[in-house]
Structures are given as structure tokens and as C-alpha cells.
């Protein structure tokens, strides 16, 4: 039978490489390169799918497919060090946040950038985490600024910004029923939005 396996991103400073590992056996089974800075995060596209998500130092995002190992397309349009990947519900179109003071939206059919979503100025503050809504209709970005930025995607608009962390929001996560928002700062405090 064949054995699960899952990935690692697992690239210490200056390394630039996603792993994949079998899990089974505990070996590497495939190093996937073609960044050329740091790797900051990735996502799945979903469980048990063959494709995901990068984002990186090298003001990229790229889309893997595991089964080869390949790059099959990349993604620009960042001004700075991209912190955070998502996908959305959809599964054909991603958001990232970066330190430019900006959010993305990323369509993989049109191989293009749909969309900014920019808090401020590059430089003001950045984007450490994203994520969005079950049905994909809004976006939610952490920032270095202690809030979470909250935009209409569809309509480019700011619905709102939740201020409450007394330190950057470096993650986000959605219940599963999409009735709440989880927010994780480095003032050490987690805080649920409903």
C-alpha cells in the first residue's frame, strides 16, 4: 500500500526549500526548489491534495505540485517579504500578506493577481497572517499594528479593523462553520470573533 505522506516546510535561513516527507518511513522523499529567498509559509490546497501554496522572502508566491515536485506557477506582485498563504474555499484563488502593508488575492485559472487589500503605506506596518471566510467573501489580515484588518473581497472595501492584541496578530484561523475568528498575538493572549 502506499504510504501517506505530508509536507514540511522546513527552510531554516538561506536554505529556500520545501520538504517531502513519508511519513511511514521518516525520510525525505522529495527537496522542492525554485525560490530564491526563504520560504515564510505554505497551505495546502486541500487535504490530500497534490498542490500548494508558497510564500516567500523572494517577494514570490508559487504553486507546487508534489506528485513531480515541480513549480507549475508563480505568482508576483508583492513590494516585500511575504509572510502568510492561504487558499480560499474555492480552491481556485489564494490570498497573501506581506510586509509591503499588503494583502493579495491570486487566481490560479487566469494565472494573475485579482486584487490588493493595502492598510497603509510599505513601510508602515506589515501583514503577518491571513485568512478567509468560509464562503471566501471576506478576507482577514493580522498586522504588525496589534489589529485585524477586515476587507470585502469582492468589493475591495474595508468592512472593518477588530483592535484589541497589544502585539502583532501573527496567526488567524476559521471555525469550521465559519461562525468565528480566532486570533493569535505575540501579547500572548488568543481571542475569539464572533
Avoid at 520538504?19 to 525560490?35: C, S
Avoid at 516567500?56 to 515536485?69: F, M, Y
Wanted: with cysteine; hydrophobic share 35%.
Amino acid at each position: 500500500s502506499r504510504a501517506t505522506r505530508y509536507i514540511v516546510h522546513f527552510s531554516p535561513p538561506g536554505d529556500k526549500t520545501t520538504i517531502l516527507w513519508d511519513i511511514e518511513t521518516g525520510r525525505q522523499t522529495t527537496v522542492l526548489e525554485g525560490h530564491t529567498g526563504d520560504i515564510n509559509s505554505i497551505a495546502l490546497q486541500s487535504p490530500g491534495s497534490s498542490t500548494f501554496v508558497s510564500g516567500s522572502t523572494d517577494l514570490k508566491n508559487k504553486l507546487w505540485d508534489i506528485r513531480d515536485g515541480m513549480c507549475k506557477q508563480t505568482f508576483e506582485g508583492h513590494e516585500s517579504d511575504i509572510n502568510s498563504v492561504t487558499w480560499m474555499s474555492n480552491k481556485n484563488n489564494f490570498g497573501s500578506g506581506a510586509e509591503d502593508a499588503s494583502s493579495r488575492l491570486f487566481d490560479i485559472r487566469s494565472d494573475q493577481q485579482l486584487a490588493v487589500y493595502a492598510v497603509g503605506e510599505p513601510g508602515t506596518t506589515g501583514i503577518c497572517s491571513v485568512a478567509f471566510s468560509k464562503s471566501g467573501r471576506i478576507l482577514f489580515a493580522g498586522s504588525y499594528d496589534c489589529s485585524v484588518y477586515v476587507w470585502d473581497v469582492l468589493r475591495l472595501e474595508g468592512i472593518c479593523r477588530l483592535e484589541s492584541h497589544e502585539n502583532r496578530v501573527a496567526s488567524l484561523g476559521v471555525n469550521d462553520d465559519g461562525s468565528a475568528l480566532c486570533t493569535a498575538s505575540w501579547d500572548t493572549f488568543l481571542k475569539v470573533w464572533n
